[in-house]
T-cell receptor, first 113, second 117 residues
Framework: DADVTQTPRNRITKTGKRIMLECSQT?????MYWYRQDPGLGLRLIYY???????NKGEISDGYSVSRQAQAKFSLSLESAIPNQTALYFC????????????FGEGSRLTVL | AQSVTQLDSHVSVSEGTPVLLRCNYS??????LFWYVQHPNKGLQLLLK??????LVKGINGFEAEFKKSETSFHLTKPSAHMSDAAEYFC???????????????FGQGTTLQVKP
C-alpha cells in the first residue's frame, strides 16, 4: 500500500458543486500539504498543516478550505467549484527536521465543467 | 525574494547520451535546493538535495547535481540516459527567512525529459 493515499484519483464535476479530496498517510508525519499542479506553472501550495490544530494558508488558498481530521488525514474542499480549479492536486507529507523532503501521493485529477 | 527558474521546458536526448537539466535560483540566504522527478501518472519523488554540505550531490538512479554559488545554478546531470528516465523534473528551493528555514518550497516550472531510442 502507498504511504500517501489520495481519493478520488479522478473526478469530473460541474460548476458550483462542492468537492472534497481526501488524503491519508501511514508515514506518521505531522506535517501535511496540499499542492496544485498546472502545466508550465510547477506546483503551488494551497494549504499546509503542522498538526491537527495548526492549519495555514499557502499562496493560492482562495476558493479552497481544508480539514485535518487526525494526524493521518488531511482533506481539501472546494466549496463551489469553478472551471479554473481544473488541475492536478497533490497531497504531501514530511517529518520534522527534514525541510524539503516531501512524500507525495499520486495525485487527484479534478475537472470542473 | 527567492525564486527558481528552469531554463528549458522540454529536453530531448537519445538513450545512452548525457542528460543536462538546467536550474538557476535566486536567494538572499544560503539556499536548500532539491530536484524532484515525476513519472507519468505518479506523484513526485525526491531525487537529491543540497543543504550546504558537499557541493556535488549524488541522488538516486545515477543522477547528480552541482551547487555553484557563483553562477547561482543547480543543474541536474546524468552520464547516460535510460528510457526509464523519461519524466518531468522539478527544481525546488526551500524558502528561507532571517530565522531559518520556513519549510515552504518554491517549485520551478518543470522540465519534461524525453528519451529517444
Amino acid at each position: 500500500d502507498a504511504d500517501v493515499t489520495q481519493t478520488p484519483r479522478n473526478r469530473i464535476t460541474k460548476t458550483g458543486k462542492r468537492i472534497m479530496l481526501e488524503c491519508s498517510q501511514t508515514k506518521g508525519h505531522d506535517r501535511m500539504y496540499w499542492y496544485r499542479q498546472d502545466p508550465g506553472l510547477g506546483l503551488r501550495l494551497i494549504y499546509y498543516s503542522f498538526d491537527v490544530k495548526d492549519i495555514n494558508k499557502g499562496e493560492i488558498s482562495d476558493g479552497y478550505s481544508v480539514s485535518r481530521q487526525a494526524q493521518a488525514k488531511f482533506s481539501l474542499s472546494l466549496e463551489s467549484a469553478i472551471p479554473n480549479q481544473t488541475a492536478l492536486y497533490f497531497c504531501a507529507t514530511r517529518g520534522q527536521g527534514t525541510p524539503g523532503e516531501l512524500f507525495f501521493g499520486e495525485g487527484s485529477r479534478l475537472t470542473v465543467l | 525574494a527567492q525564486s527558481v527558474t528552469q531554463l528549458d521546458s522540454h529536453v530531448s536526448v537519445s538513450e545512452g547520451t548525457p542528460v543536462l537539466l538546467r536550474c538557476n535560483y535566486s536567494s538572499s540566504y544560503s539556499p536548500s535546493l532539491f530536484w524532484y522527478v515525476q513519472h507519468p501518472n505518479k506523484g513526485l519523488q525526491l531525487l537529491l538535495k543540497y543543504t550546504s554540505a558537499a557541493t556535488l550531490v549524488k541522488g538516486i538512479n545515477g543522477f547528480e547535481a552541482e551547487f555553484k554559488k557563483s553562477e547561482t545554478s543547480f543543474h541536474l546531470t546524468k552520464p547516460s540516459a535510460h528510457m526509464s528516465d523519461a519524466a518531468e523534473y522539478f527544481c525546488v528551493v526551500s524558502l528561507m527567512h532571517g530565522s531559518g528555514n520556513t519549510g515552504k518550497l518554491i517549485f520551478g516550472q518543470g522540465t519534461t525529459l524525453q528519451v529517444k531510442p
